[in-house]
């Protein structure tokens, strides 16, 4: 009686086992997380935009994969990484969670990737820019999707140096995204042949710009490049047309620019400006129709970090499909292997170290006089073809490349 | 005894949690919990309003941090390491403040605070807006597996509660009164001969050292410490949970962290930005009608029932 | 070219002016701050919230009403510190017998309240605003192009400032101002309104601050996180001033600016710590600031 109980036991065990392989669910449903800024200074970038574009590439999807329920979960970290780890570690613990997009701050993107690897998980990351993530921070299990400091850096400063822009002078933000922004664009103005003939760093969320924009007047750079971003960013280029700056001669230009920051300063204001993103809502009928069904959910046009989003949360949903389990070794795997399609990641596909490589665009503000709608704030000047746009393997730091 | 059964209630409570309740979020919640004692011990049993606690809290993570990954020491050692440079940011920073009064003491600390966050912000070691990352969790004593989390919370909570009975025993010490009657009346423990500045410097530095074992906790239980634990608004929060909790109460900051930290975790799953709103109008609500905090109020309820016909003194 | 301390001299000249104008802002701010602590013994933290509301305010006028910058400057204030005398009646009244704590605890509670539900409503990137037209272009001072906008903050911030001062040291109603600080049991005892009189001094501090955020919006951004990271720098401002002092806080604002000013030339990473530098120095050096009464 004893030994019929353990066989039966067994049994059943084995069943579950096999039902579980074939199914390849766990729990019963797959749990896609979302610790992230939804009250502090990213919030308009991310926050509630991320989840409903997210929620959008489930219920698109259909609401279930494998016939199994998928389940978004969001949480405010409050831009602190202590807190968005504790978020994080409850929903693996307690609500079985599979996967993890978006996360802002880089403090907190790190961290989180960090405990997701260790507990064999997926995290695409979105909105923290940082390339440690895909260099020294790199796991096989996590994915940076939307874009890094590095493409912008480099898109940027690569195209107005081939337009004869050679000298420039940086206004970098007192901290590693600025640090490494900075010395990004250098390398590339470097090896086109311009010089970088000054720099200052301001700490952070500062309001008043001009001292520094001063400073980079009289160095005579043709180029102010601003590694800063956010409001520190908006309130440089505001105050540089104030000051008379641009008018002058000298360019400016911004690295970490979303079109919510461009309508925040005013089309007027920073009129000219060029910058590069991952996503324009009008450049074609593909983008335009995913900007609309958005619009209709969150009232505003999505940008590069929302359409990311829903493009890494769709094909998250993809890989299980083919993967026909949601074990994170293997969609990671799958998802390294499915082609992506959408309207976001042009020409896209996941290198060794994450990286999901896709096109770039280059675009200029347009003159207000242009603008078709309050949100016609681009014109794309041209394609970056992702290979251009990110950082090559060959200088990369993370060790899942060989080199 | 009423304070000891409510003690044992307490402990035993403490001690269930994790059974109920996820432990990591109950592991932060002490620690913020041992922060807001140690900053009541100064605000509520001394009467001085530091505005500089972060760098306490921040400034020991960050070095507790460092000395478990960097130089891998042991949990104990790097806690240790933690709370040593609490005490001694304590000692630089009391010598400085001690003689300012109301205002500008908070003042005072808070510039010095801001001059820890700026270092912090320019040290290498801390990684900037990084933060430090992946801190190691080694086996306490070299035998006890802390990766476990009920495991931890154990530890955890067996720091707390030391903390907590060190507080404990300094308020109902001698010395404890003696700080109570500074609180009171600065003027008439002078005149009695107390050397109330080294009084005020002592109670000082205990804080600002307990408060390092909270952040060198606080760094081994989330694995990451960042620049927010240094931030001005950090020293702000500590004095929101020691206030709504109750100043000057044994448990109100324990409340009070329970009551923030839970708020912080859980509503904004559900109520998204709406969590900051909702912090305001309890703080002002808060202001307005149960000004004794949580605990204050409630032990108020507790005389005036016992002693129906002594409850308006007790109000003074 | 002829160096001074280290820089083109109209460089030099260049970022003190610069840390003048900041400092226009910093002392219009702290002013406010300072004749509400003065009066109700409050230390406000919602006053960079006030700001806020008040760039907020020019920026609802410009694009719900077609109303310009000008009656803006005129009109926010006003309606300003009328929300604030519903505060005031609302909340701080209950707390001037009170430790300080309570109305900060009470004031930091309601920025909350204030700057949340402006994010709920207009996001966190902030807003456009535009400089008036009749200040727009600059002139070229020789060494350095000074915006037309800015000599404008400068010496509205003065004439702001001084009417100020007259209003509290030279008026009867500053003369009841000044004896309410003092003692104001015997102020009520020759028959003057008390809590009236501190309400129109809530709402004159209140005015100032808005009138301090109209006058940023159009070169700030428009935000409702633009008091939040100010309102520990206007606190340091006050405090060097000497608290309660009306003098100390304008004087300290401009003072502050142009250490600011120089410190982002020479070592522009800490020109956001320098303030409590110089803060700390001011306290070893005098207890209670440079214009305080000694305790």
């Known amino acids: 009686m004893h030994i019929k109980s353990l066989a039966g036991v067994t049994l059943a065990s084995l069943l579950t086992c096999t039902t579980a392989l074939a199914a390849g669910i766990s729990d019963d449903k797959v749990v896609i997380g979302m610790p992230s800024d939804f009250s502090g200074i990213y919030a308009d970038l991310t926050g509630k935009g991320s989840a409903i574009a997210a929620q959008m590439a489930i219920d698109e999807f259909g609401g279930k994969v494998l016939g199994k329920p998928i389940e978004l979960l969001t949480g405010d970290h409050h831009l602190k990484a202590d807190v968005a780890v504790g978020i994080t570690r409850e929903w693996l613990d307690r609500k079985g969670l599979d996967a993890v997009v978006d996360i802002a701050a880089s403090s907190a993107a790190l961290a989180v990737t960090k405990l997701m690897t260790e507990r064999g998980k997926i995290t695409i990351n979105n909105a923290a820019g940082t390339t440690r993530l895909t260099g020294k921070d790199c796991s096989a299990l996590s994915f940076h999707w939307a874009y890094d400091t590095f493409a912008l850096a480099n898109g940027v400063a690569k195209a107005m140096t081939l337009e004869g822009n050679d000298t420039w002078f940086f206004i970098t933000a007192d901290y590693a995204f600025g640090y490494s922004m900075e010395a990004d664009a250098k390398q590339v103005i470097e090896a086109n042949g311009g010089k970088v003939i000054g720099s200052v760093r301001h700490p952070l969320s500062g309001s008043d710009f001009s001292s520094y924009l001063l400073q980079a007047q009289a160095s005579g750079a043709k180029v102010i490049g601003a590694a800063n971003a956010g409001s520190d960013l908006r309130n440089t280029i505001k105050q540089a047309k104030e000051f008379g700056i641009t008018s002058s001669g000298q360019k400016l230009t911004g690295m970490i620019f979303f079109i919510d920051d461009a309508r925040a300063i005013g089309v007027k204001e920073a009129a000219g400006l060029s910058v590069l993103v991952g996503y324009y809502w009008n450049r074609n009928d593909e983008s335009r129709a995913f900007a609309k069904r958005f619009e209709e959910k969150a009232n505003k046009k999505p940008n590069t970090i929302h359409a990311g989003v829903y493009s890494a949360t769709l094909h998250y949903l993809r890989a299980i499909e083919s993967a026909g389990t949601d074990d994170g070794q293997a969609v990671a795997e799958h998802m390294r292997k499915l082609k992506i399609d959408d309207f976001f990641a042009i020409n896209g596909f996941i290198r060794e170290d994450g990286r999901m490589v896709h096109d770039m665009f280059l675009v200029k503000i347009k003159p207000a006089n242009e603008a078709e709608s309050d949100w016609d704030v681009f014109e794309v000047v041209r394609t970056l073809p992702g290979n251009e746009a990110y950082r090559p393997l060959s200088e990369s730091e993370c060790a899942l490349v060989k080199n | 005894m009423l304070p000891r059964t409510y003690f044992l209630a307490f402990l035993v409570l403490l001690a269930l949690l994790p059974h109920v309740l996820y432990p990591v979020f109950l592991m932060q919640l002490l620690c913020m919990a041992l922060f807001a004692c140690a900053f009541n011990l100064l605000l509520g049993y001394t009467g001085l309003l530091s505005f500089g606690h972060a760098a306490f809290l921040g400034g020991s993570a960050f070095i507790a941090g460092q000395a478990a990954k960097v130089w891998e020491l042991p949990i104990e050692l790097s806690i240790l390491a933690g709370t040593l440079t609490g005490t001694l940011l304590g000692v630089g920073f009391g010598l400085i403040a001690i003689r300012k009064q109301g205002i500008y003491f908070a003042m005072i600390t808070l510039a010095l605070a801001q001059m820890v966050f700026f270092y912090a912000l320019k040290a290498p070691f801390t990684g900037g807006e990084d933060g430090l990352q992946s801190i190691p969790r080694s086996n306490l004593f070299g035998i006890i597996d802390l990766t476990h989390e009920v495991t931890m919370y154990y530890f955890i909570l067996a720091l707390f509660l030391a903390g907590f009975l060190i507080i404990f025993r300094i308020i109902h010490s001698p010395f404890g009164q003696i700080l109570k009657s500074i609180r009171e009346n600065e003027d008439r423990a002078i005149s009695l001969g107390y050397r109330v500045d080294r009084y005020k410097l002592a109670a000082f530095i205990i804080s600002a050292a307990l408060s390092g074992l909270a952040g060198s906790m606080k760094a081994m239980v989330s694995q990451v410490v960042s620049l927010s634990d240094v931030h001005w608004s950090m020293s702000g929060t500590v004095v929101l949970m020691t206030l709504i909790g109750g100043t000057g109460t044994l448990f109100g900051p324990i409340v009070g962290a329970a009551i923030i930290v839970s708020m912080e975790h859980y509503l904004g799953e559900y109520l998204g930005s709406w969590v900051t709103i909702i912090m305001g109008v309890i703080f002002v609500i808060c202001v307005l009608t149960f000004r004794q905090g949580v605990v204050g109020e409630l032990e108020q309820r507790l005389i005036k029932r016992k002693l129906p016909f002594q409850s308006q003194d007790s109000t003074s | ?295």
């Open chain 3, 1 to 295: 070219m002829a160096e001074l301390l280290g820089m083109p001299p109209q460089l030099f000249f260049g970022q003190l002016l610069l840390g003048l104008i900041n400092g226009a802002f910093y002392a219009m701010l702290s002013l406010g701050l300072a004749i509400i602590f003065g009066m109700l013994q409050i230390v406000n933290f919602a006053h960079g919230a006030t700001y806020m509301v008040g760039a907020f305010g020019a920026w609802m006028l410009m694009n719900y009403l077609g109303i310009g910058f000008w009656p803006a400057l005129i009109l926010t204030p006003l309606i300003v510190a009328l929300l604030g005398v519903i505060l005031e009646r609302l909340v701080l009244k209950h707390l001037y017998d009170l430790d300080h704590l309570y109305g900060m605890l009470a004031t930091f509670g309601l920025a909350l309240i204030i700057e949340g539900l402006f994010r709920q409503a207009y996001g966190i990137s902030g807003l456009p605003y535009e400089i008036p037209t009749q200040l727009q272009g600059g002139t070229n001072l020789g060494f350095m192009f000074l915006p037309n906008y800015r000599a404008f903050v400068v010496l509205m911030s003065i004439i702001l400032c001084f009417g100020t001062w007259y209003l509290i040291e030279r008026t009867k109603m500053g003369m009841y101002l000044r004896a309410t600080t003092e003692n104001r049991e015997l102020v009520r005892a020759f028959g003057i309104k008390v809590p009236r009189l501190i309400t129109a001094t809530f709402a004159l501090g209140v005015g100032l601050a808005a009138f301090a955020g109209v006058m940023a919006a159009p070169i700030y951004q428009v935000n409702p996180l633009m008091g939040n990271n100010l309102i520990i720098v206007i606190f340091a401002v006050v405090v060097i001033g000497g608290m309660g002092s009306i003098l100390g806080a304008t004087l300290a604002g401009y003072l502050v600016g142009l250490v600011e000013g120089l410190t982002k030339a020479y070592y522009p990473e800490a020109s956001s710590t320098v303030v409590f530098i110089l803060m700390i120095i001011v306290l070893i050096v005098r207890p209670s600031g440079l214009f305080g009464k000694e305790q």
